[in-house]
């Protein structure tokens, strides 16, 4: 009995740890350091989100828009007569901001595989039955967004992976596959106004057998459930964790030792 609670201590957290710690590395990295092409229209839209790489690659980039001026003229001394001095004061508008179409680039644009994430958000903020806030999407927020899907699914599979900080790289691992089962799966079901079952999950043509209808979703949710286990159970014995914090990262086990110890000491009392 021991022994399968030391393996369901210590065994099992390690293998969940390294299934998710290797899929986000594996899903992470390729977003950072794989670049994709990006056809003109969302290149466009990327230039308009603040993309610096993708407004250079623009034509016409170097010239940009012109600038306005209303700095008005200054009188001619010798065509009125002498007044007390005064101060004008040169106002210049800033220049407006310039707006891209797909006819400002030649071709696709190649960039990291993360900004797929970006006009992902886009499209899902601005759809006719939006699944994404369109606070949270726009210049200044779709980019950053994508910046943080990438670079948490890889730091988190590492952490993941060699037991680091565990909880909280499952808990940010759950967040990031939670809101991917939302955009592509539970939410046009829902409020997309596509068709769905039972009000919350795709179709599965009338209930007919389909291996890969819910393939994506149920491979979400896996994904899913083992980082809110991690979460809650901890890494294991096998783990950074353990060897930093000095204690075990299941409460079974905890509490065992806790019992353990109460029963020694209560032998020494009688003693």
């Known amino acids: 009995m021991a022994f399968r609670r030391s393996l369901a201590d210590n ?5 969940l740890r390294v299934a998710l710690g290797a899929t986000f590395i594996w899903a992470g990295w390729p977003k950072i350091a794989v670049k994709d092409p990006f056809p003109p229209e969302q290149a466009a839209l990327l230039a308009n989100l603040g993309v ?7 034509v016409g980039a170097s010239e940009g828009a012109p600038p306005t001026s209303t700095t008005p003229a200054l009188p001619d001394p010798s065509s009125e007569a002498p007044v007390a001095p005064r101060v004008v004061l040169a106002q ?3 220049a407006p901001a310039r707006v891209y179409t797909a006819s400002d680039f030649a071709g696709p644009v190649e960039l990291p595989r993360l900004y797929h994430v970006a006009v992902m958000l ?8 939006p699944l994404w806030p369109k606070g949270l999407a726009g210049r200044g927020w779709s980019v950053d967004w994508a910046h943080a899907v990438a670079w948490t699914e890889f730091l988190a599979g590492v952490f993941v992976l060699v037991g680091l900080f565990t909880p909280l790289a499952g808990l940010s ?6 809101v991917a089962m939302w955009l592509t799966q539970i939410g046009p079901a829902t409020v997309g106004g596509g068709p769905s079952m039972l009000g919350f999950l795709p179709p599965l043509n009338n209930f007919a057998y389909d291996p890969m209808g819910w393939d994506m979703l149920l491979r979400q949710f896996v994904l899913f459930a083992i980082a809110l286990s991690l979460l809650f159970t901890g890494a294991g014995a096998l783990s950074v964790d353990r060897w930093i914090f000095g204690k075990p990262g299941s409460p079974r086990r905890a509490d065992a030792s806790y019992n353990s110890e109460d029963a ?7 003693e």
């Open 173 to 178: 691992i759950a967040c990031v596959m939670g």
């Open 264 to 270: 020694d000491d209560e032998d020494e009392d009688e």
């Open 11 to 15: 065994l099992a957290p390690l293998l």
């Open 122 to 129: 886009e499209s899902a903020a601005n759809a006719d039955k």
């Open 52 to 58: 610096g790489r993708v407004q250079a690659a623009a």
């Open 92 to 94: 210049q508008n800033p």
